[in-house]
């Protein structure tokens, strides 16, 4: 299937689904080590955990980069299929953490094709050297500010 057709995470969640399990939700959550109940949330739009992302990346090879943004190949190796976006799972399981007790916190939603594209932006801003020296730190005054702005 094109990328063009898998626009969010839902769409490439459920296309994983379709390709790995015969469809089964349940069966694609118990194989990635998550409980099929808890898998439910992700299919309706929950950022998926690092456990999650995890998951897919060992029992399916999932290229996390792909399942992120819709951009290269759905499975592999991530420097295979992008050269300039390698990916720290550390840092995007603290925006994805971040946002997610963020929007608990005040009571707030977010569309996840929308939460999609913050992630994704943060993970951008937070992983780009800032000049003459490393990325910079995930922080509570950026994250607020943002999210203000977008919810």
Do not use: C
Request: glycine share 6%; no cysteine; net charge negative.
């Amino acid at each position: 299937m094109p990328n063009s057709q898998l626009r969010t995470t839902i769409d490439r969640l459920k296309y994983l689904i379709d390709l790995k399990a015969r469809g089964i939700a349940a069966d694609f959550a118990r194989e990635i080590g998550i409980a099929p109940a808890t898998f439910h949330y992700y299919l309706k739009g929950r950022a998926p955990s690092f456990d999650v992302l995890k998951g897919m990346r060992n029992a399916y090879s999932v290229n996390i980069n792909w399942f992120i943004t819709g951009e290269g190949e759905a499975f592999g190796d991530e420097s295979e299929t992008s050269e300039t976006l390698q990916m720290d799972l550390e840092v995007l399981h603290r925006i994805i953490k971040w946002v997610e007790e963020w929007l608990d916190r005040e009571d707030k939603f977010l569309p996840p094709d929308k939460k999609a594209r913050f992630i994704a932006l943060a993970y951008e801003y937070f992983t780009t050297p800032k000049e003459g020296g490393d990325g910079r730190d995930v922080n509570d005054k950026d994250m607020n500010k943002w999210l203000r702005l977008v919810v």
